[in-house]
């Protein structure tokens, strides 16, 4: 059974970079096939994916989060994370980090969440 576990800062200053680390157990994130998610859920909005790490370390980003967004890997902790420069209040949300896989490109396992606020 793979888990993932979000972890981080719940409140964020305007301006800084917001960073998340997602611990995973139960499962390695260089099997084979695996793709690893950050996506958020604004208060009152839809979910939005932000971008992921392959298996292989390729990065995709989404395009309206591009020019802020980092995500990395630390494969002898069997961790990836999520930096978010120049946050404003508009970034917070929930953050999710979750797998799914090349095959089926279907989420099939999440980290319970993470509320991070951005407020001076």
């Known amino acids: 059974q793979v888990q993932l576990q979000e972890s981080g800062p719940g409140l964020v200053k305007p301006s800084q970079t917001l960073s998340l680390t997602c611990t995973v157990s139960?499962?390695?994130?260089?099997?084979?096939?695996?793709?690893w998610n950050w996506i958020r859920q604004p208060p009152g909005k839809g979910l939005e994916w932000m971008g992921v790490?392959?298996?292989?370390?390729?990065?995709f980003y989404s395009p309206s989060l591009k020019s802020r967004t980092s995500i990395s890997r630390d494969t002898s902790k069997n961790q990836f994370s999520l930096q978010l420069s120049s946050v404003t209040p508009e970034d917070t949300a929930v953050y999710y980090c979750?797998?799914?896989?090349?095959?089926?490109?279907?989420?099939?396992?999440w980290g319970q969440g993470t509320q991070v606020t951005v407020s001076s």
């Open positions: 139960g499962g390695s994130i260089t099997t084979s096939d695996s793709i």
């Open positions: 790490i392959r298996y292989d370390g390729t990065t």
């Open positions: 979750a797998r799914d896989l090349v095959t089926t490109m279907e989420y099939d396992y």
